[in-house]
């Protein structure tokens, strides 16, 4: 085949030639959203991406052409707000931590025991809090953030069984946490000594011991399958974690109005539909790590939350929060 041909197929130009069907049917000019997740596929956050795919197939049929990469194939984790601001990419999920560089309003939300529970969590962010937020994202980041997805909530989990009730007890232990500097705080701020790794190396890292444990929500631990290379569970609950699902700027501004509704829409979409399966699994989830020889304890969740706050208020980190935001936070129920 030649290069000429190859380029005809490519364009699906030549469906075109050899089926006798109109261009117009064939060479139809479909906007491309990329999406870039470190998920991996058995994970609510990655499957949430089908619906959005599915909702947009419904309410703007033709008009775009979805892909999903999952496991980092496309973006490393933490690049892709780098990428879409640049316009390389033009959807992802955005974590605190990735937000808080450019708008420290984010930061607060990379400290553990903030937020209280999902409920909590989705009131600040789907209210005036989230609202001015995402508005100095979208103007200091060349990203706009479309929904905001619960990612669970983080619990500490280990390759070998330990007690651990205070965060003493951690003393020691290298504590997996994603590479950056909120990250590291957080896991520091726990008692244990924090290492930077990448998501997709974890699994690999509690196997082979280079790392003692690794903090995540559950339905994560399940669909990465980290329990076949963990033992221990403990119940810290210090981190609410949120995903914010966001598109590139450009991409957005490129968009007719009635389009940047059904993208939205196609958002909140798979947001609930993330929420809804998660907060499920997470209710039923600890009988199936159980099955599966994990010990799960209950830790002093009081003397974590004192440590962990204490740490923060005497940080750096909580020097860059805005002036009263804690204090708003707290005050919403
Ligand atoms: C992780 O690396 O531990 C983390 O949970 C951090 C999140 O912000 C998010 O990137 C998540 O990984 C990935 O989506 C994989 O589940």
Redesign the pocket.
């Known amino acids: 085949m030649n290069a000429f041909f190859l380029r005809l197929v490519s364009t699906g130009l030549a469906c075109g030639l050899f089926t006798g069907l109109p261009l117009s049917a064939v060479a139809q000019n479909k906007t491309v959203l990329r999406i870039s997740?470190?998920?991996?596929p058995q994970?609510w956050?990655a499957k949430m991406w089908e619906l959005f795919k599915q909702s947009l197939d419904a309410s703007a049929p033709g008009e775009f052409e979805v892909q999903i990469y999952l496991n980092s194939s496309l973006f490393k984790?933490?690049a892709e707000p780098a990428a879409m601001a640049r316009g390389n990419l033009e959807l992802s999920?955005v974590?605190a931590?990735?937000l808080s560089r450019q708008v420290p309003f984010f930061s607060v939300f990379t400290a553990g025991y903030v937020l209280r529970d999902v409920p909590h969590q989705q009131k600040v962010f789907n209210g005036p809090i989230g609202e001015e937020g995402f508005k100095q994202v979208s103007e200091r980041m060349g990203i706009k953030v479309l929904a905001t997805a619960y990612?669970g909530t983080?619990q500490l989990v280990l390759r070998e069984p330990r007690t651990v009730k205070t965060p003493a007890d951690l003393q020691g232990i290298k504590l997996r946490?994603?590479a950056a500097k909120e990250w590291l705080f957080l896991g520091e701020s726990l008692g244990a000594t924090a290492t930077p790794l990448?998501?997709g190396e974890?699994y690999m890292g509690l196997k082979t011991g280079t790392i003692d444990a690794?903090?995540?929500?559950l339905p994560?631990v399940r669909a990465?399958r980290f329990y076949e290379v963990s033992r221990e569970v403990v119940l810290t609950g210090h981190l609410v974690?949120a995903?914010f699902i966001a598109i590139s700027q450009k991409t957005w501004d490129s968009l007719k109005p009635a389009q940047q509704t059904k993208v939205q829409q196609a958002a909140q979409a798979a947001a609930r539909f993330n929420n809804e399966n998660r907060l499920q699994e997470e209710s039923q989830i600890l009988d199936f790590l159980k099955q599966q020889g994990l010990r799960v304890s209950t830790p002093d969740v009081a003397a974590f939350r004192q440590q962990v706050t204490g740490a923060y208020k005497a940080s750096d980190i909580s020097k860059s929060w805005p002036p009263g935001l804690l204090e708003r936070i707290q005050a919403v129920h």
């Open positions: 997740t470190p998920a991996v994970d956050h984790q933490a999920t974590s931590a990735d990612l983080r946490m994603p990448s998501f974890v690794q903090d995540n929500p994560t990465a974690d995903l």
